[in-house]
Structures are given as structure tokens and as C-alpha cells.
């Protein structure tokens, strides 16, 4: 019994680091489902990139109930994302931006699940492109995606 207590401690402790996630915030909710602890829901966050004057915004679900309160369960790898120029901000030479950085990695699962969100560069035609996948670190990721793209001139 003890020992189930304490893993439930850690997880609700690592739930707090990965609710700090690197998207900035969340700034709207959508209650999907209602689930005994907290309801399934689909959370939009707004992700700056540190590098170009973009600003994206996200969709994805979040798992509730127990067992994602507890940050044990396991959230779907379906995504959208829309990306946007901030306007008035001096844009740098793109050829000086790596391709395929990531710009976000967000835990999604206590175990081996993150939600990334990857910048690649078309600088010949000053487009950038922001594509959000899930990895698991255990068995192969997920094939959904989504991709966004923001011209920059």
C-alpha cells in the first residue's frame, strides 16, 4: 500500500513539471468528454519561437480521469497548428536559422511520450515551416502531424 502511495506522489510531482511544459501558455479549453477526476478536454497554447518573430498556436487532447490527473495515461497524437508573424519585429537572415530545430519539446505522458514541435527553413522562398509530431522514446512514434507555414517578408 505504501508503495503505491509514493508512486502516486511521484506522479502527481512529475505532473507539475510536465504541466510547465514549454508552450507559454494555454489560453483556451475545451471540455471534450467528462471523466470521473478531471474531463478529457482539448487544451490551444501559444508557442513563441525564441528565434523568428512567430508566434503559434496549437490544439491537442488532454487525457483526463484518474489516470491522467495522475499523469499516467496516455494522450492522443492528433494536433493543429496555426502560426503567425508578429508584426513590427526586425526578421533575421534565415539562412542563419538551423533547419529542423526543435522549437518546443512537451513531455505528454509520465512514461516516454512527447509532443515536438520542429521549425524548418525554405529561405530561398523566406517561408518557415513549423510541423508538431508525438515521439515515444519506448516503440515508434506517431504518423499524425500537423504543419504550419508563415512567410516572412
Known amino acids: ?5 509514493a508512486l502516486a506522489l511521484i506522479a502527481i510531482s512529475g ?10 501558455d494555454v489560453i483556451g479549453s475545451v471540455k471534450v468528454s467528462w471523466a470521473l477526476v478531471s474531463d478529457h478536454r482539448i487544451d490551444i497554447e501559444r508557442v513563441s519561437d525564441p528565434r523568428l518573430p512567430v508566434i503559434c498556436y496549437m490544439s491537442h487532447p488532454i487525457t483526463g480521469g484518474i489516470m491522467g490527473s495522475l499523469g499516467l495515461a496516455k494522450n492522443h497524437s492528433l494536433f493543429s497548428l496555426s502560426c503567425v508573424q508578429k508584426k513590427g519585429v526586425e526578421i533575421p537572415d534565415l539562412s542563419s536559422i538551423p533547419n529542423g530545430e526543435a522549437v518546443i519539446t512537451e513531455r505528454t505522458s509520465w512514461f516516454s511520450k512527447q509532443l515536438i514541435m520542429n521549425r524548418f527553413v525554405d529561405a530561398e522562398n523566406h517561408n518557415v515551416v ?4 508525438a515521439q515515444n522514446e519506448i516503440i515508434d512514434g506517431s504518423p499524425f502531424s500537423s504543419v504550419s507555414t508563415v512567410n516572412l517578408q
Open 1 to 5: 500500500m505504501l508503495k503505491k502511495i
Open 15 to 24: 505532473l507539475s513539471v510536465m504541466s510547465s511544459a514549454h508552450a507559454e
Open 130 to 133: 513549423y510541423m508538431v509530431t
